[in-house]
C-alpha cells in the first residue's frame, strides 16, 4: 500500500510539471493585442533588416501596357480626371476612345506577361546584392497580382492568368532572401470616377476593379474595409511575407483595423518564430510600432530612429516601366545606399519589369553593377552599424518632407565620406576617388599632443582639397618684374621673364595654398588661390613674432600679443583678462591652438591679422592614434600608410582603383589601446 501511494505521489507529480511547463511555455510566447500599448512591445526591426540594409521590389501591373506617363502607376488616375491631359491623349490616341464600355480595364487582357520568369528575377535580386525583395502585391488601380477570393480583377483569372505573388515567394525565398509584398489599396478608394457615367468606372459590373460607387468626398464604407483588411489577412496566411510595406492612407481607415492587422501580422510571426517589418508613410502608425518610410528621400543626418527609402531606378519616378525612360548612373545609386546606411536608414529599390515580364536591360545592368561593387565593398554595408557620426563633406540634400522627396541628381565629390562601423572597425566610404592621399578630417589629432604630430606632407602635391599648381602656367609680377611660371607634375618647374631672362630651371613645394619656390640660389615663399600666386616680398614684414595686433570690433575686440617661441597671449571678447595660447606660422597661414583645445586659423598679411570664420566640421575628438591597427583598402587589401594631423587622418591610397564607385578605407581599431 504505501508502495502503491509513492508511485501515484510519483506519476501526479510528473503530470503537474507538465502542466507547469506547458503553462510556462504559453506565458513565454507573446500574444500582441490591437492595441497600441501591447503593438509597441513588438521588436520593430529585424536583425534580417538590420543586417541586409538593401532590398528590391518591382512595380508591375496592368499600367506596363501603356508603358507612358511622368508617374506610369498615376496614368489611369490621370486618364479619367485631366480630359485635356497627355494620358488621355495617349490613351484615345493608342487604344482608343473612353466611353462608358471601355476602358483602363481593357488593357488587362493585353497585359499577358508570356516572359515573366520567377527564378529568373530572383537570381537577378540576388546577384544584385539584395537581401529582401517581392513585388507591389496591389497598386492604386485595384487589380491584384495574387489568386484572392475577393476580386476576380487579379493576376491568377485574367491577363497573365499566374499567381504573381506566389510564384516570386516561392523564388525568393528559395535564394534565402526575405520576402516583400506592398499594398497601396489603402488610397484606391479616391482613384477613379466611380459614379461618372460617361465611363466605364461609372458602371457597378467593374466595381471589383475601379470601386464601390460613392460621392466624392465621402468617407470608407464598410465594404472597402472589409476587402481592403482581408486581401492583407488572405496574402498573411497564403505568403507568410517577412516585410510588408505600405503607401499612405493608412490614417484614412478606422484606426481598429490597422491595429487588428498588426496584432494578426505579428502573432502570426511569433508562432512561426520569424521576425517580420512593417513599414508606413508619415503619421500613419503609431511610433515603435513600424519603419517609417521616405520616398524618393532620406534624412540629411544621422538619426536615432531606423527609417527606409523606396527609390527607383529610373530618373524621373516613373515606378512602372515607360518606353522612354532614362535611368540612374550606378554612382548614384551606391552613393545613396551609402549615405542612407551611414545615417541608420535602408534601402528599398524599385523596378519597373516590360510588360512581357522581362527586366528592361539597362536595370539589369545597373543592378548587377552594384551587385558587383557590393561584392568587393558589402563587409562596409552588410551588418554595420551607423557610427557616431555619419559622415563630413560639402554635399547636403536639404530636409526631408514628412513622407521624403529629397532625392536629387546630386554628386558626390571625393571630400564627401560616410561611415559604418563593425565592431572595433570604421568603414570610411569615399563617394569619389580621392587622388594620390584621402584626408578623413572627422579623425584628426585634436588636443595638447597635436602639436607633436606632423602637419605637412612632404611631398610637391597639394591636398585632395586645395588648389593644385601642377600643370599651371601662371604669370607673377615680383618686385616691378613680370615673371611667367610654369608648374609640373613633379615639383619642378620653369620661369622665364624679369631676372630670369630666356627661362630658368625652378623647383616648388605646395603645401595646400603655401608654396615654397626655388631658382638657383634664391627661394622664396608664396601662396596660391587657385588664380593668383602671390610672392611674399618680404619675409621679415610677414612674420608675427614681436607683433601686437587687433582684431574685432566693439565687445568682440581681442588684442593679441606674439612672442618669439609660438606662444601668444589673446585678451579681450571672450578671452577676457587674457588666455595663453601656441601658434605656428606658415607665410601667410596662421594655425592656433587655444588651452590645446580650441582651435583656429588666420591669415597675416603684414598688417592685418584676420581670423578665418570657422568652418563647421564634424569631428570626434576621442580618436587616438594609438588605436588605429591597420588601414586597407576593400578590393585591395595592402597595408597603407597613414599620418594623423591636426587636418586630418591622411592615408596614401592603393595606386589602382579596386573598383569603379564610392571607395571604403577600413581602419582597423584596437579595443584598449595603449595609450601612451
Known amino acids: ?247 499612405f492612407a493608412l490614417d484614412s481607415l478606422p484606426e481598429g483595423y490597422v491595429k487588428d492587422f498588426l496584432a494578426y501580422y505579428y502573432n502570426h510571426a511569433t508562432d512561426r518564430k520569424k521576425e517580420v517589418v512593417v513599414t508606413y508613410k508619415g503619421n500613419d502608425l503609431v511610433p515603435a510600432t513600424g519603419v517609417r518610410d521616405l520616398e524618393l528621400g532620406q534624412e540629411p543626418g544621422l538619426t536615432y530612429h531606423e527609417w527606409i527609402t523606396d527609390s527607383t531606378v529610373d530618373d524621373r519616378g516613373a515606378w512602372g516601366w515607360a518606353n522612354d525612360l532614362v535611368f540612374k548612373p550606378p554612382n548614384r545609386v551606391i552613393d545613396n545606399l551609402v549615405d542612407r546606411v551611414s545615417k541608420n536608414g535602408y534601402l528599398l529599390l524599385n523596378v519597373g519589369p516590360k510588360l512581357d515580364g522581362t527586366i528592361p536591360d539597362e536595370a539589369r545592368e545597373l543592378l548587377l553593377t552594384v551587385g558587383a561593387w557590393l561584392d568587393v565593398n558589402g563587409e562596409a554595408i552588410y551588418g554595420t552599424s551607423p557610427w557616431i557620426i555619419a559622415g563630413e563633406g560639402p554635399t547636403n540634400l536639404g530636409e526631408a518632407t514628412e513622407i521624403g522627396f529629397n532625392e536629387a541628381a546630386t554628386v558626390y565629390t571625393s571630400e564627401d565620406i560616410r561611415f559604418t562601423v563593425k565592431g572595433d572597425t570604421i568603414y570610411a566610404t569615399f563617394l569619389d576617388w580621392p587622388g594620390e592621399k584621402a584626408i578623413i578630417k572627422t579623425l584628426r589629432a585634436q588636443g595638447l599632443e597635436a602639436d607633436e604630430l606632423e602637419t605637412d606632407e612632404d611631398d610637391s602635391k597639394a591636398p585632395a582639397d586645395a588648389p593644385s599648381l601642377a600643370g599651371k602656367t601662371i604669370k607673377v609680377d615680383y618686385e616691378g618684374l613680370e615673371y611667367e611660371w610654369v608648374f609640373k607634375e613633379d615639383g619642378e618647374a620653369t620661369v622665364s621673364g624679369g631676372e630670369a631672362g630666356d627661362g630658368m630651371e625652378a623647383h616648388y613645394e605646395q603645401d595646400g595654398t603655401n608654396v615654397s619656390l626655388s631658382v638657383d640660389d634664391w627661394e622664396g615663399e608664396a601662396t596660391y588661390d587657385g588664380k593668383t600666386l602671390t610672392i611674399n616680398e618680404d619675409d621679415e614684414a610677414l612674420s608675427l613674432v614681436g607683433k601686437t595686433l587687433t582684431t574685432g570690433e566693439g565687445e568682440e575686440e581681442a588684442t593679441w600679443v606674439f612672442k618669439e617661441d609660438g606662444k601668444a597671449r589673446v585678451s579681450g571678447g571672450e578671452a577676457g583678462d587674457g588666455v595663453d595660447i601656441t601658434y605656428e606660422q606658415e607665410g601667410r597661414n596662421v594655425h592656433m591652438q587655444i588651452a590645446g583645445i580650441i582651435e583656429l586659423e588666420a591669415t597675416y598679411d603684414g598688417e592685418k591679422l584676420e581670423i578665418k570664420e570657422e568652418e563647421e566640421r564634424p569631428s570626434y575628438p576621442g580618436f587616438y592614434k594609438e588605436e588605429i591597427k591597420r588601414i586597407t583598402m576593400l578590393g585591395d587589401g595592402k597595408k597603407l600608410d597613414w599620418k594623423l594631423t591636426r587636418k586630418g587622418l591622411v592615408i596614401e591610397t592603393p595606386k589602382k582603383k579596386p573598383c569603379k564607385h564610392a571607395f571604403v578605407f577600413k581602419i582597423e581599431r584596437h579595443h584598449h589601446p595603449k595609450i601612451k
Open 1 to 247: 500500500m504505501k508502495m502503491l501511494r509513492l508511485i501515484l505521489l510519483f506519476f501526479v507529480g510528473l503530470l503537474l510539471l507538465g502542466c507547469q511547463k506547458e503553462q510556462l511555455s504559453q506565458r513565454q510566447v507573446k500574444k500582441y493585442e490591437p492595441t497600441w500599448e501591447s503593438l509597441r512591445e513588438y521588436k520593430e526591426i529585424p536583425k534580417w533588416l538590420r543586417d541586409g540594409k538593401f532590398g528590391i521590389y518591382t512595380h508591375w501591373g496592368p499600367y506596363a501596357v501603356h508603358a507612358y506617363g511622368s508617374n506610369t502607376t498615376w496614368y489611369s488616375f490621370a486618364l479619367y480626371m485631366d480630359a485635356n491631359g497627355e494620358a488621355r491623349k495617349h490613351f484615345e490616341k493608342t487604344f482608343g476612345k473612353l466611353t462608358p464600355e471601355f476602358g483602363y480595364k481593357d488593357l488587362i487582357p493585353k497585359f499577358t506577361a508570356e516572359k515573366f520568369d520567377a527564378d529568373e528575377w530572383a537570381e537577378l535580386f540576388k546577384k544584385s546584392g539584395a537581401k529582401f525583395a517581392g513585388p507591389v502585391a496591389e497598386h492604386h488601380d485595384g487589380f491584384a497580382m495574387w489568386d484572392t477570393k475577393y476580386s476576380r480583377w487579379n493576376a491568377a483569372k485574367m491577363g497573365p492568368k499566374r499567381d504573381v505573388v506566389g510564384e516570386l515567394e516561392k523564388a525568393i525565398k528559395k535564394r534565402d532572401m526575405k520576402f516583400v509584398t506592398a499594398f497601396h489599396h489603402a488610397a484606391n478608394w479616391f482613384f477613379f470616377p466611380v459614379l461618372d457615367k460617361r465611363y466605364d468606372t461609372g458602371d457597378p459590373r467593374y466595381s471589383g476593379l475601379y470601386g464601390q460607387p460613392h460621392k466624392r468626398g465621402a468617407m470608407r464604407n464598410q465594404a472597402f474595409i472589409d476587402e481592403w483588411y482581408g486581401k492583407i489577412i488572405e496574402v498573411i496566411d497564403n505568403y507568410s511575407p517577412d516585410f510588408i510595406w505600405f503607401d
